[in-house]
């Protein structure tokens, strides 16, 4: 089966697309072994910087690069607008389905979500039933992950309100490519990225009631896998990055521990999963949360970011479910669409499924990352038959949805330039308002034809352009 | 400041000031073992003292059973199956920063970064291909680098204060032991302390070259070195950087300007420490026995370390 890309430079007769004319003449310009020599500049500058991610499962612990990739991924302005509209758009609704749902759940009772779609679902967290959080904001951050099918159009993949991360490599790539291509800046306007962290400062400051919150970003250690991105935004905005055996809570007040003695902590931007946060209230076998957590949290006197008890919100069984969300709290029509999807927990949407294995991309609800997946066209057929054993035995764990042909951006591969597929993830802040820097972090699949972007797949990151419309 | 970030900043300088002296150490063994020698005239003992010094001559034994040149080398300066070497102590320093990348400038974890990331090349080359000599130039140089990135990029808060602490807590315990094994080496000799022989002269010297204080001790005593000059100017000047005393100076100049009130006693132990190192006199160390001394400085040095750790690194 033949498919149609949309090439982000190019349009259907090869023609460069206008808002990308000035980078296609600089790059025509440029002499290869210039552009080859700077590409390694690049690769020595990032390991020296350490700027690395860890994969899960290698034993050793190895820091690894994510490759980058040195033409940058292009959005007209115009487009832009468009996409953060519906970005918005869609977190705001998003956060009113959980202070809805945690409070008197309207949508259930309006018949427009099952509710033991939502009651029964792993994420859902029945700590949270009627607490209520300042301004009703439980997703502080999201990460809103986007593709494009053949004929341009966005599609909404997943949304990101756990801890959503990439945003480092999204602010890393910029500062690499003004390092490396100063003349390219100069040529065109492209919207500016960098004040992320302190936009996101601001955030989590307005998500406390108070005039001057103590702000601390939480890790789970120098080991986990996005361990370069906590330090990096705990060093960005000023803040002390954390980890649990820091903490420890003494009448219903966190504080964290520090060569003064006891410091009162009010707002923690935490990156552990709520299942870790509390050994008390929740995996007791976690060495990584603070006992006694959760009761300060209730008591409000903590500030959590993002809220626990999000990941329903972005669970793949009630992502079908978003455009209703934003009908049924906004009375809006949905600006970004969602990608179709067949629930496998419905038989006749599973015999659907079954029947057309080799087609769809089918994933765990609880899943991300890339692990867990099967990509029907780029499957085996043992690995399909594999996956359909595991499908059928718990359905209720999946969803598919039709491979969409994402869109190709040129990028630099062994010999020369090919196109290769690429995803976006602008990151979202609720704090007052609810806004975006210009742009988003540009995942590349670089093995040819792949379809999978993420890190632990050997995927890569571009520099992101917003530009002016030409 | 988070205690745990305090302790990894103390421990991440601390390990590099070893790294820096045991280099150091290496170097001047490794040069007086090319020298002829009394009896045996294999330089193995010499080649031994790093590995006495740093209590790793078990282990190493254990390893290989036999004194062998090309072993011990390997085993001091690479090998990572012993926790004292300079490979291993330059991985713990850089693990340290690692941890609090977010509280050190970009140029100082860049620094320790790329110097982690030239080790193991170096270690993967072997240090046959690599030169002792250089390795132990290439060491030292890559402490100057990082201490000058910090002198030249960190504010002056308590992530300073906290990294020189550990610099001068190890210091001030490695010269006293790089003197104290000297000391040792000469045996009977050192006893003399109007010894002039060539050897009491190599040994000294390269202890100074070692320590980088021979230009000083020329100019201070316009002499040849011997063990009352030299321990004088290794314990008890405060104007030459590595001593005894030049550390403790800093040692309690840092610890008073710490903030808190649970940091009393690590203040009054330096305080202590300081004051009688102030008034003491060579003549009053010699009587004691230079050894005797040193041993007993020792441990006070640890409870000092200890007092840190209680105060700052584990409280709360």
Same mark, same amino acid.
């Given at each position: 089966m033949d498919r149609v890309f949309y090439d982000e430079m190019h349009d259907a007769h090869g023609a460069c697309r206008p808002h990308y004319q000035a980078f296609s003449a600089w790059l025509s310009d440029t002499p290869s072994d210039v552009l080859a020599q700077r590409r390694r500049e690049a690769d020595l500058l990032f390991h020296r910087a350490g700027i690395t991610f860890t994969l899960y499962g290698d034993e050793q612990g190895t820091e690894r690069l994510i490759p980058f990739d040195t033409i940058p991924r292009s959005i007209p302005m115009s487009e832009w607008r468009t996409v953060e509209r519906g970005c918005i758009q869609r977190v705001q609704a998003l956060n009113l389905f959980l202070a809805d749902l945690y409070h008197e759940q309207r949508i259930l009772k309006a018949g427009v979500i099952p509710p033991e779609q939502v009651l #029964?679902?792993?994420?859902?967290?029945? #700590?949270?039933?009627g607490l209520n959080l300042h301004r009703d904001t439980y997703a502080h951050i999201a990460g809103v992950d986007l593709v494009r099918d053949g004929d341009g159009t966005y599609y909404v993949l997943e949304d990101n309100?756990?801890?959503?991360?990439?945003v480092s490599y999204m602010l890393e790539d910029r500062k690499m490519m003004m390092r490396l291509f100063p003349e390219l800046f100069a040529a065109q306007r492209i919207a500016p990225i960098n004040h992320y962290p302190n936009l996101l400062l601001e955030t989590l400051k307005h998500s406390s009631p108070l005039d001057n919150p103590c702000v601390v970003v939480m890790t789970p250690g120098r080991f986990n896998s996005a361990f370069f991105e906590h330090a990096f935004l705990s060093r960005e905005m000023g803040v002390e990055l954390v980890e649990g055996a820091d903490l420890f809570v003494r009448d219903e007040h966190v504080y964290m521990r520090t060569t003064a003695g006891a410091r009162q902590v009010d707002v923690i931007y935490r990156r552990l999963d709520d299942a870790f946060l509390d050994p008390l209230a929740f995996n007791p076998d976690s060495a990584l949360g603070v006992p006694g957590l959760l009761s300060a949290y209730r008591a409000g006197n903590l500030v959590l970011a993002n809220a626990i008890g999000t990941g329903v919100a972005d669970d793949k069984s009630i992502y079908p479910f978003v455009p209703d969300m934003i009908r049924f709290y906004l009375d809006e029509e949905p600006i970004l669409a969602n990608v179709p999807t067949w629930q496998c927990r419905k038989p006749d949407e599973l015999s659907h499924v079954l029947a057309h294995l080799p087609e769809l991309v089918v994933k765990e609800t609880q899943g991300s990352g890339g692990y867990g997946m099967l990509v029907g066209p780029a499957a085996s057929a043992a690995e399909i038959e594999a996956f359909r054993a595991r499908l059928k035995a718990n359905p209720g764990a999946y969803i598919a949805q039709p491979t969409l042909s994402l869109s190709t951006c040129p990028t630099f591969v062994e010999n020369g330039i090919a196109p290769r597929h690429i995803d976006l993830r602008p990151f979202v802040l609720s704090g007052r308002e609810t806004r975006l820097v210009p742009g988003g972090l540009t995942r590349v699949a670089l093995r040819e034809g792949s379809l999978v972007v993420n890190s632990s797949q050997g995927g890569g990151t571009k520099d992101t352009w917003i530009v002016e419309d030409c | 400041m988070l205690s745990r970030t305090a302790a990894d900043l103390y421990w991440m300088s601390r390990y590099l000031e070893r790294a820096e002296n045991m280099a150091r150490m290496l170097d001047v063994s490794y040069s007086l073992s090319l020298m002829p020698q009394d009896g045996r005239g294999d330089g193995l003992d010499e080649l031994a003292m790093p590995l006495l010094i740093t209590g790793t001559l078990d282990h190493y034994l254990a390893c290989h059973g036999q004194l062998n040149a090309e072993r011990m080398l390997h085993f001091f300066a690479l090998d990572e199956g012993n926790s004292a070497s300079l490979f291993n102590c330059l991985r713990l320093a850089r693990s340290n920063a690692h941890a609090v990348r977010g509280r050190i400038t970009s140029d100082m974890w860049e620094n320790i970064n790329a110097a982690w990331l030239e080790m193991r090349g170096i270690a993967e080359q072997g240090l046959g291909r690599y030169g002792i000599s250089r390795f132990c130039e290439w060491v030292k140089e890559r402490s100057h680098l990082f201490r000058g990135a910090t002198v030249g990029t960190i504010m002056r808060s308590d992530a300073y204060r906290f990294i020189r602490l550990g610099t001068f807590i190890e210091r001030a315990d490695n010269t006293l032991r790089l003197l104290d094994a000297r000391h040792e080496l000469l045996g009977e000799e050192s006893e003399n302390l109007d010894d002039r022989s060539a050897r009491a002269y190599y040994q000294w010297s390269a202890l100074l070259r070692a320590l980088s204080s021979f230009e000083a001790f020329a100019e201070i005593y316009r002499g040849s070195p011997r063990t009352a000059k030299v321990a004088e100017l290794l314990l008890l000047r405060a104007d030459v950087p590595r001593s005894l005393r030049a550390c403790l100076v800093e040692l309690q100049q840092i610890l008073a300007s710490l903030p808190g009130e649970n940091g009393r006693p690590a203040q009054r132990l330096a305080s202590e420490l300081d004051a009688g190192l102030r008034y003491t006199s060579i003549d009053e160390v010699l009587e004691i026995g230079l050894h005797d001394w040193i041993t007993a400085y020792v441990e006070q040095i640890g409870r000092l370390g200890s007092a840190i750790h209680s105060s700052y690194l584990e409280a709360a």
């Open positions: #029964a679902n792993e994420g859902y967290q029945p #700590a949270m039933q309100l756990r801890t959503p991360s990439g | -």
